[in-house]
Protein backbone atom coordinates (compact mmCIF):
# COMPACT_ATOMS: atom_id res chain seq x y z
CA UNK A 1 0.00 0.00 0.00
CA UNK A 2 1.22 3.36 -0.52
CA UNK A 3 2.10 4.66 2.99
CA UNK A 4 2.82 8.10 2.05
CA UNK A 5 -0.96 8.97 1.40
CA UNK A 6 -1.78 7.68 4.55
CA UNK A 7 -2.57 9.86 7.87
CA UNK A 8 -3.61 7.23 10.52
CA UNK A 9 -4.24 3.60 10.95
CA UNK A 10 -7.69 2.40 12.56
CA UNK A 11 -6.54 -0.83 14.43
CA UNK A 12 -9.11 -3.07 15.04
CA UNK A 13 -10.24 -6.13 17.28
CA UNK A 14 -13.44 -7.72 17.34
CA UNK A 15 -15.29 -8.27 21.06
CA UNK A 16 -16.80 -11.58 21.88
CA UNK A 17 -20.24 -10.11 20.83
CA UNK A 18 -19.42 -9.39 17.40
CA UNK A 19 -18.70 -5.48 17.51
CA UNK A 20 -15.47 -4.02 16.12
CA UNK A 21 -13.49 -2.03 18.83
CA UNK A 22 -10.83 0.43 16.99
CA UNK A 23 -8.09 2.60 18.35
CA UNK A 24 -6.40 4.96 15.91
CA UNK A 25 -2.76 5.64 15.48
CA UNK A 26 -1.39 8.32 13.52
CA UNK A 27 1.01 6.99 10.87
CA UNK A 28 4.42 8.04 12.31
CA UNK A 29 3.58 6.16 15.39
CA UNK A 30 2.72 3.00 13.65
CA UNK A 31 6.08 0.91 14.42
CA UNK A 32 6.03 2.15 18.04
CA UNK A 33 2.30 1.12 18.63
CA UNK A 34 3.31 -2.42 16.53
CA UNK A 35 6.48 -3.13 18.49
CA UNK A 36 5.39 -1.42 22.60
CA UNK A 37 1.41 -1.77 21.90
CA UNK A 38 -1.24 0.81 22.45
CA UNK A 39 -3.24 0.50 25.99
CA UNK A 40 -7.01 -1.25 26.20
CA UNK A 41 -8.99 -2.36 28.98
CA UNK A 42 -9.82 -6.31 28.66
CA UNK A 43 -13.62 -4.78 29.55
CA UNK A 44 -14.34 -4.28 25.69
CA UNK A 45 -14.70 -8.17 25.40
CA UNK A 46 -17.71 -7.39 28.06
CA UNK A 47 -19.42 -4.61 26.08
CA UNK A 48 -23.45 -6.29 25.02
CA UNK A 49 -24.75 -5.10 22.23
CA UNK A 50 -26.61 -2.50 23.45
CA UNK A 51 -23.21 -0.83 24.41
CA UNK A 52 -23.77 -1.70 28.50
CA UNK A 53 -21.75 -3.80 30.02
CA UNK A 54 -23.31 -6.62 32.04
CA UNK A 55 -22.13 -7.11 35.76
CA UNK A 56 -22.14 -10.30 35.90
CA UNK A 57 -19.42 -10.89 33.04
CA UNK A 58 -16.42 -11.59 34.32
CA UNK A 59 -14.43 -9.77 32.45
CA UNK A 60 -16.58 -6.65 33.82
CA UNK A 61 -13.88 -4.90 35.73
CA UNK A 62 -11.90 -1.69 36.04
CA UNK A 63 -8.39 -3.18 36.82
CA UNK A 64 -6.21 -4.54 34.57
CA UNK A 65 -4.61 -3.68 31.03
CA UNK A 66 -3.74 -4.92 27.65
CA UNK A 67 -1.33 -4.18 25.09
CA UNK A 68 -3.03 -3.90 21.10
CA UNK A 69 -0.18 -4.20 18.50
CA UNK A 70 -1.26 -2.95 15.12
CA UNK A 71 -0.35 -6.15 12.95
CA UNK A 72 1.81 -4.24 10.15
CA UNK A 73 2.05 -7.24 7.75
CA UNK A 74 -1.41 -7.22 7.08
CA UNK A 75 -1.81 -3.26 6.94
CA UNK A 76 -4.52 -1.80 4.31
CA UNK A 77 -5.65 1.03 2.74
CA UNK A 78 -9.02 1.40 3.91
CA UNK A 79 -11.19 1.82 0.81
CA UNK A 80 -13.59 4.65 0.92
CA UNK A 81 -11.59 6.57 4.18
CA UNK A 82 -9.05 8.95 2.11
CA UNK A 83 -6.26 8.98 4.26
CA UNK A 84 -6.94 6.31 6.47
CA UNK A 85 -5.34 2.37 6.76
CA UNK A 86 -6.49 -0.83 8.38
CA UNK A 87 -4.82 -3.24 10.35
CA UNK A 88 -5.72 -6.16 13.62
CA UNK A 89 -3.92 -5.88 16.43
CA UNK A 90 -2.86 -8.74 18.23
CA UNK A 91 -3.23 -8.53 21.96
CA UNK A 92 -0.94 -8.97 24.47
CA UNK A 93 -0.52 -8.82 28.49
CA UNK A 94 1.30 -5.49 29.40
CA UNK A 95 4.49 -7.83 29.84
CA UNK A 96 4.37 -8.72 26.34
CA UNK A 97 2.66 -12.21 26.47
CA UNK A 98 -0.34 -13.25 24.48
CA UNK A 99 -3.66 -13.23 25.86
CA UNK A 100 -4.96 -16.16 26.12
CA UNK A 101 -8.64 -14.48 25.19
CA UNK A 102 -7.78 -13.12 22.03
CA UNK A 103 -10.66 -14.30 19.46
CA UNK A 104 -7.47 -13.81 16.98
CA UNK A 105 -5.22 -15.76 18.59
CA UNK A 106 -7.50 -18.72 18.97
CA UNK A 107 -8.17 -18.62 15.55
CA UNK A 108 -4.30 -18.60 14.20
CA UNK A 109 -3.94 -21.89 17.21
CA UNK A 110 -6.67 -23.41 15.73
CA UNK A 111 -4.90 -23.21 11.95
CA UNK A 112 -2.10 -24.48 13.37
CA UNK A 113 -3.52 -27.31 15.28
CA UNK A 114 -5.24 -28.30 11.53
CA UNK A 115 -1.92 -28.09 10.17
CA UNK A 116 -1.13 -30.35 12.84
CA UNK A 117 -2.43 -33.02 11.54
CA UNK A 118 -1.20 -32.44 7.97
CA UNK A 119 -4.33 -30.37 6.70
CA UNK A 120 -4.79 -26.62 5.22
CA UNK A 121 -8.04 -24.88 4.78
CA UNK A 122 -8.83 -22.24 2.74
CA UNK A 123 -12.10 -19.71 3.27
CA UNK A 124 -14.22 -16.92 2.14
CA UNK A 125 -17.21 -15.15 3.41
CA UNK A 126 -20.06 -14.09 2.14
CA UNK A 127 -21.72 -10.17 3.22
CA UNK A 128 -25.07 -9.73 3.33
CA UNK A 129 -26.43 -6.16 3.84
CA UNK A 130 -29.28 -3.83 4.17
CA UNK A 131 -29.40 -0.21 2.78
CA UNK A 132 -31.27 1.81 4.20
CA UNK A 133 -32.87 5.78 4.28
CA UNK A 134 -31.50 7.95 6.98
CA UNK A 135 -34.18 7.34 9.15
CA UNK A 136 -35.38 5.91 12.54
CA UNK A 137 -37.13 2.67 10.99
CA UNK A 138 -36.03 0.82 7.89
CA UNK A 139 -37.28 2.61 4.33
CA UNK A 140 -34.62 0.62 1.69
CA UNK A 141 -32.62 3.21 0.40
CA UNK A 142 -33.21 1.77 -3.15
CA UNK A 143 -35.96 0.29 -5.06
CA UNK A 144 -35.77 -3.32 -7.38
CA UNK A 145 -37.15 -6.92 -6.50
CA UNK A 146 -35.19 -10.02 -5.57
CA UNK A 147 -31.91 -10.34 -7.24
CA UNK A 148 -33.30 -7.16 -9.23
CA UNK A 149 -30.85 -5.53 -11.57
CA UNK A 150 -32.66 -2.24 -10.74
CA UNK A 151 -31.50 -2.59 -7.55
CA UNK A 152 -28.16 -2.00 -8.69
CA UNK A 153 -29.02 0.42 -11.54
CA UNK A 154 -30.71 3.00 -9.14
CA UNK A 155 -27.60 3.31 -7.07
CA UNK A 156 -24.86 2.44 -9.64
CA UNK A 157 -22.65 5.20 -8.42
CA UNK A 158 -23.09 3.44 -4.96
CA UNK A 159 -22.52 -0.01 -6.04
CA UNK A 160 -19.42 1.38 -7.82
CA UNK A 161 -18.31 2.96 -4.84
CA UNK A 162 -18.30 -0.31 -2.55
CA UNK A 163 -16.89 -2.41 -5.56
CA UNK A 164 -14.00 0.33 -5.75
CA UNK A 165 -13.35 0.86 -2.13
CA UNK A 166 -13.13 -3.23 -1.61
CA UNK A 167 -10.61 -2.99 -4.41
CA UNK A 168 -8.58 -0.17 -2.79
CA UNK A 169 -8.73 -2.57 0.55
CA UNK A 170 -7.16 -5.35 -1.33
CA UNK A 171 -10.69 -7.35 -1.52
CA UNK A 172 -11.18 -8.01 -5.30
CA UNK A 173 -14.95 -8.49 -5.23
CA UNK A 174 -15.67 -12.04 -6.64
CA UNK A 175 -19.13 -11.26 -7.47
CA UNK A 176 -21.74 -8.49 -6.09
CA UNK A 177 -25.76 -8.69 -6.05
CA UNK A 178 -28.90 -7.56 -5.29
CA UNK A 179 -30.15 -10.13 -2.59
CA UNK A 180 -33.85 -11.52 -1.59
CA UNK A 181 -35.45 -8.80 0.70
CA UNK A 182 -35.86 -5.03 0.10
CA UNK A 183 -32.35 -2.90 -0.01
CA UNK A 184 -30.38 -5.86 0.33
CA UNK A 185 -27.19 -6.95 -1.11
CA UNK A 186 -24.47 -9.17 -1.30
CA UNK A 187 -20.72 -9.77 -2.02
CA UNK A 188 -18.51 -12.83 -2.48
CA UNK A 189 -15.12 -12.20 -0.48
CA UNK A 190 -11.97 -13.87 -2.48
CA UNK A 191 -11.26 -17.22 -1.09
CA UNK A 192 -7.83 -17.04 1.48
CA UNK A 193 -6.05 -18.31 4.56
CA UNK A 194 -8.30 -19.15 7.29
CA UNK A 195 -6.90 -16.23 8.87
CA UNK A 196 -6.76 -13.60 6.34
CA UNK A 197 -10.56 -14.35 5.39
CA UNK A 198 -11.44 -13.00 8.81
CA UNK A 199 -9.53 -10.30 8.78
CA UNK A 200 -11.40 -9.03 5.49
CA UNK A 201 -14.84 -9.38 6.81
CA UNK A 202 -13.44 -6.90 9.49
CA UNK A 203 -11.96 -4.60 6.82
CA UNK A 204 -14.76 -5.09 4.40
CA UNK A 205 -17.63 -4.27 6.97
CA UNK A 206 -16.02 -1.02 7.42
CA UNK A 207 -15.39 0.08 4.05
CA UNK A 208 -18.78 -0.98 3.20
CA UNK A 209 -20.20 1.01 5.88
CA UNK A 210 -18.09 4.19 5.23
CA UNK A 211 -19.41 4.41 2.16
CA UNK A 212 -22.86 4.46 2.64
CA UNK A 213 -22.71 6.97 4.82
CA UNK A 214 -21.03 8.75 2.43
CA UNK A 215 -23.91 8.14 0.30
CA UNK A 216 -26.08 9.46 2.60
CA UNK A 217 -27.72 6.13 3.37
CA UNK A 218 -27.07 3.67 6.35
CA UNK A 219 -25.61 -0.16 6.35
CA UNK A 220 -26.55 -2.64 8.64
CA UNK A 221 -25.13 -5.85 9.13
CA UNK A 222 -27.99 -7.14 11.64
CA UNK A 223 -29.48 -10.25 11.22
CA UNK A 224 -32.85 -8.61 11.13
CA UNK A 225 -33.47 -4.89 10.30
CA UNK A 226 -37.20 -5.64 10.59
CA UNK A 227 -39.21 -8.61 11.78
CA UNK A 228 -40.64 -9.87 9.08
CA UNK A 229 -37.93 -8.99 5.79
CA UNK A 230 -35.36 -12.09 4.77
CA UNK A 231 -32.47 -11.59 7.25
CA UNK A 232 -28.77 -10.76 6.48
CA UNK A 233 -26.44 -14.17 6.92
CA UNK A 234 -22.85 -13.70 6.95
CA UNK A 235 -22.13 -17.45 5.84
CA UNK A 236 -18.69 -18.80 5.61
CA UNK A 237 -17.10 -21.21 2.36
CA UNK A 238 -14.13 -23.30 3.40
CA UNK A 239 -12.13 -26.27 1.91
CA UNK A 240 -9.88 -28.43 3.62
CA UNK A 241 -6.70 -30.66 1.30
CA UNK A 242 -3.67 -33.40 2.83
CA UNK A 243 -1.03 -33.22 0.71
CA UNK A 244 -2.70 -31.71 -2.04
CA UNK A 245 -5.60 -33.90 -1.61
CA UNK A 246 -8.98 -32.01 -1.22
CA UNK A 247 -11.02 -33.26 1.03
CA UNK A 248 -14.51 -32.19 -0.09
CA UNK A 249 -14.27 -33.17 -3.68
CA UNK A 250 -12.80 -35.95 -5.90
CA UNK A 251 -13.82 -39.04 -3.49
CA UNK A 252 -16.41 -41.58 -3.28
CA UNK A 253 -18.26 -40.43 -0.58
CA UNK A 254 -22.16 -38.56 -1.03
CA UNK A 255 -21.71 -35.19 -3.43
CA UNK A 256 -17.58 -36.43 -3.71
CA UNK A 257 -16.69 -36.29 -0.40
CA UNK A 258 -13.25 -38.04 0.33
CA UNK A 259 -13.27 -40.33 3.49
CA UNK A 260 -11.34 -37.32 5.81
CA UNK A 261 -14.13 -34.74 4.05
CA UNK A 262 -17.35 -37.15 5.14
CA UNK A 263 -15.70 -37.23 9.24
CA UNK A 264 -15.37 -33.54 8.96
CA UNK A 265 -19.09 -33.01 7.61
CA UNK A 266 -19.92 -35.70 10.36
CA UNK A 267 -18.32 -33.68 12.58
CA UNK A 268 -19.83 -30.72 11.85
CA UNK A 269 -23.23 -31.75 12.31
CA UNK A 270 -22.67 -33.04 15.47
CA UNK A 271 -21.98 -29.49 16.62
CA UNK A 272 -23.95 -27.70 14.89
CA UNK A 273 -26.12 -27.11 18.63
CA UNK A 274 -23.24 -25.97 19.92
CA UNK A 275 -21.62 -23.98 16.74
CA UNK A 276 -24.53 -21.86 17.61
CA UNK A 277 -23.94 -19.35 19.86
CA UNK A 278 -20.92 -18.49 17.94
CA UNK A 279 -22.53 -18.22 14.88
CA UNK A 280 -25.68 -16.83 16.30
CA UNK A 281 -24.83 -14.81 18.79
CA UNK A 282 -27.37 -12.41 19.72
CA UNK A 283 -31.42 -12.78 20.45
CA UNK A 284 -31.87 -11.11 17.34
CA UNK A 285 -30.16 -13.62 15.32
CA UNK A 286 -32.75 -16.30 16.30
CA UNK A 287 -35.58 -13.78 14.66
CA UNK A 288 -33.87 -14.72 11.12
CA UNK A 289 -32.92 -18.35 11.66
CA UNK A 290 -36.54 -19.62 10.44
CA UNK A 291 -37.28 -22.35 7.97
CA UNK A 292 -37.61 -21.56 4.18
CA UNK A 293 -35.54 -18.57 4.70
CA UNK A 294 -31.84 -20.78 3.71
CA UNK A 295 -30.62 -19.71 6.90
CA UNK A 296 -30.06 -23.28 8.02
CA UNK A 297 -32.50 -24.13 10.88
CA UNK A 298 -31.96 -28.02 10.98
CA UNK A 299 -29.34 -30.28 12.43
CA UNK A 300 -28.74 -31.33 8.77
CA UNK A 301 -26.36 -31.29 6.04
CA UNK A 302 -27.05 -31.54 2.18
CA UNK A 303 -25.33 -31.37 -1.44
CA UNK A 304 -26.57 -28.10 -2.87
CA UNK A 305 -29.31 -27.93 -0.45
CA UNK A 306 -29.45 -24.29 0.88
CA UNK A 307 -31.72 -24.84 3.91
CA UNK A 308 -29.11 -27.14 5.10
CA UNK A 309 -26.80 -25.20 7.19
CA UNK A 310 -23.97 -27.49 6.24
CA UNK A 311 -24.16 -27.48 2.31
CA UNK A 312 -21.64 -29.00 -0.10
CA UNK A 313 -20.96 -27.33 -3.01
CA UNK A 314 -19.47 -29.40 -5.44
CA UNK A 315 -17.69 -28.04 -8.20
CA UNK A 316 -15.80 -29.44 -11.62
CA UNK A 317 -12.59 -29.05 -9.79
CA UNK A 318 -12.79 -30.96 -6.92
CA UNK A 319 -10.27 -28.60 -5.02
CA UNK A 320 -12.86 -25.81 -5.51
CA UNK A 321 -15.78 -28.32 -4.00
CA UNK A 322 -16.17 -26.62 -0.57
CA UNK A 323 -18.47 -26.14 2.47
CA UNK A 324 -20.94 -23.81 3.25
CA UNK A 325 -21.97 -23.11 6.84
CA UNK A 326 -24.99 -21.19 6.38
CA UNK A 327 -26.70 -20.60 9.61
CA UNK A 328 -24.34 -17.87 10.58
CA UNK A 329 -24.77 -14.16 10.30
CA UNK A 330 -22.57 -10.87 10.90
CA UNK A 331 -22.82 -10.56 14.46
CA UNK A 332 -20.51 -13.65 14.82
CA UNK A 333 -16.98 -12.79 15.56
CA UNK A 334 -15.23 -14.31 12.32
CA UNK A 335 -12.40 -14.93 14.26
CA UNK A 336 -14.25 -17.47 16.93
CA UNK A 337 -15.88 -18.69 13.80
CA UNK A 338 -13.21 -19.58 11.45
CA UNK A 339 -11.37 -21.21 15.03
CA UNK A 340 -14.53 -23.45 16.18
CA UNK A 341 -15.20 -24.87 12.62
CA UNK A 342 -11.29 -25.22 12.50
CA UNK A 343 -11.33 -26.25 16.17
CA UNK A 344 -13.97 -29.32 15.21
CA UNK A 345 -12.25 -30.24 11.37
CA UNK A 346 -8.78 -31.05 13.91
CA UNK A 347 -10.75 -33.09 16.63
CA UNK A 348 -12.57 -35.23 13.72
CA UNK A 349 -9.34 -35.32 11.50
CA UNK A 350 -6.97 -36.30 14.32
CA UNK A 351 -9.60 -38.84 15.15
CA UNK A 352 -9.89 -37.28 18.82
CA UNK A 353 -14.14 -37.20 17.57
CA UNK A 354 -15.42 -39.97 15.28
CA UNK A 355 -19.04 -39.51 14.32
CA UNK A 356 -21.11 -41.15 12.12
CA UNK A 357 -21.70 -39.22 8.67
CA UNK A 358 -26.07 -38.70 8.75
CA UNK A 359 -27.68 -38.96 4.72
CA UNK A 360 -27.49 -35.95 3.12
CA UNK A 361 -30.95 -34.31 3.41
CA UNK A 362 -32.44 -34.24 -0.17
CA UNK A 363 -35.20 -31.17 -0.97
CA UNK A 364 -36.89 -29.34 2.36
CA UNK A 365 -35.92 -30.86 5.69
CA UNK A 366 -38.74 -29.12 6.90
CA UNK A 367 -41.13 -31.82 5.20
CA UNK A 368 -39.40 -34.82 6.78
CA UNK A 369 -39.26 -35.18 10.48
CA UNK A 370 -35.27 -33.44 11.26
CA UNK A 371 -34.23 -32.19 14.37
CA UNK A 372 -34.40 -28.34 14.38
CA UNK A 373 -31.27 -26.75 15.98
CA UNK A 374 -31.19 -24.40 19.05
CA UNK A 375 -34.02 -21.66 18.31
CA UNK A 376 -33.34 -19.35 21.36
CA UNK A 377 -29.70 -17.95 22.44
CA UNK A 378 -30.49 -19.29 25.59
CA UNK A 379 -30.97 -23.15 24.48
CA UNK A 380 -27.32 -22.18 21.93
CA UNK A 381 -25.44 -21.19 25.00
CA UNK A 382 -26.19 -24.22 27.38
CA UNK A 383 -25.18 -26.26 24.11
CA UNK A 384 -22.08 -24.35 24.00
CA UNK A 385 -21.69 -24.87 27.12
CA UNK A 386 -21.87 -28.59 27.24
CA UNK A 387 -19.62 -29.31 23.99
CA UNK A 388 -16.30 -30.70 25.48
CA UNK A 389 -14.46 -29.76 21.65
CA UNK A 390 -15.59 -26.19 21.93
CA UNK A 391 -14.31 -26.11 25.47
CA UNK A 392 -10.64 -27.70 24.89
CA UNK A 393 -10.18 -25.82 22.29
CA UNK A 394 -11.03 -22.74 23.50
CA UNK A 395 -9.33 -23.41 26.91
CA UNK A 396 -11.76 -22.36 30.48
CA UNK A 397 -11.27 -18.68 30.46
CA UNK A 398 -12.33 -18.22 26.50
CA UNK A 399 -15.18 -20.54 26.93
CA UNK A 400 -16.68 -19.23 29.98
CA UNK A 401 -16.44 -15.41 29.25
CA UNK A 402 -18.06 -16.08 25.21
CA UNK A 403 -20.97 -18.41 27.58
CA UNK A 404 -20.80 -15.02 29.75
CA UNK A 405 -21.47 -12.85 26.80
CA UNK A 406 -24.44 -14.34 25.94
CA UNK A 407 -26.06 -14.69 28.56
CA UNK A 408 -25.77 -10.98 28.74
CA UNK A 409 -27.24 -10.72 25.65
CA UNK A 410 -30.09 -12.94 27.21
CA UNK A 411 -30.71 -10.83 30.11
CA UNK A 412 -30.44 -7.88 27.31
CA UNK A 413 -33.43 -8.52 25.72
CA UNK A 414 -35.35 -10.31 28.55
CA UNK A 415 -38.76 -8.92 28.17
CA UNK A 416 -38.41 -7.33 24.60
CA UNK A 417 -40.82 -7.77 21.79
CA UNK A 418 -39.26 -9.19 18.35
CA UNK A 419 -40.16 -5.40 17.42
CA UNK A 420 -37.75 -4.31 20.13
CA UNK A 421 -35.31 -6.60 19.66
CA UNK A 422 -34.63 -5.86 16.12
CA UNK A 423 -34.81 -1.97 16.72
CA UNK A 424 -32.23 -2.25 19.50
CA UNK A 425 -29.76 -3.50 16.83
CA UNK A 426 -31.39 -2.13 13.51
CA UNK A 427 -28.05 -0.08 12.37
CA UNK A 428 -25.52 -2.52 13.48
CA UNK A 429 -22.76 -2.03 11.61
CA UNK A 430 -20.26 -4.02 13.04
N1 LIG B 1 -30.32 -14.20 3.42
C1 LIG B 1 -30.17 -15.59 3.77
C2 LIG B 1 -29.63 -15.68 5.20
O1 LIG B 1 -30.15 -15.05 6.03
C3 LIG B 1 -29.25 -16.33 2.84
C4 LIG B 1 -29.65 -16.35 1.41
C5 LIG B 1 -28.58 -17.10 0.63
O2 LIG B 1 -28.55 -18.32 0.66
O3 LIG B 1 -27.72 -16.42 0.06
O4 LIG B 1 -28.72 -16.36 5.53
MG1 LIG C 1 -27.03 -14.68 -0.06
Not at 259 to 265: L, Q, S
Not at 410 to 430: F, H, K, L, P, Y
Request: a negative charge.
Amino acid sequence: MEKEAVTAVIATSVSHCGATVAKTVPIQRLSHAASHGVGLSPVSDAFDLGGGIDPLQSLARPDGDLRLHPDVDVLRTLGGAPGFAWAPVDRTYPDGSPYPLDQRLFAKRMIAQLAATGTSARAGFEIEWSVGLPDDGFTPGTDGGPYGARRILARHDYVRDVITALDECGIPVEQLHPEYAPGQFEVALPTRDPLTAADEVVLAKLAIGTVTDAHGLRASFSPMVTPDLTGNGGHLHFSLSRAGHPLFGGGEGPGGLAPDGEHVVAGLVAHLPGLLAITAPASVSYLRLRPNEWAGVYRVWGVENREAPIRLVPALDPQAANVEVKNADLMANPYLFVGCVLAVASATLSGDVVEQLPEPVVGDPGLSDCERLPSTLTEAVAAFRADPVLASAMGEDLHRTIAESREAEVRRTAGMSADEIVASTRWWAG
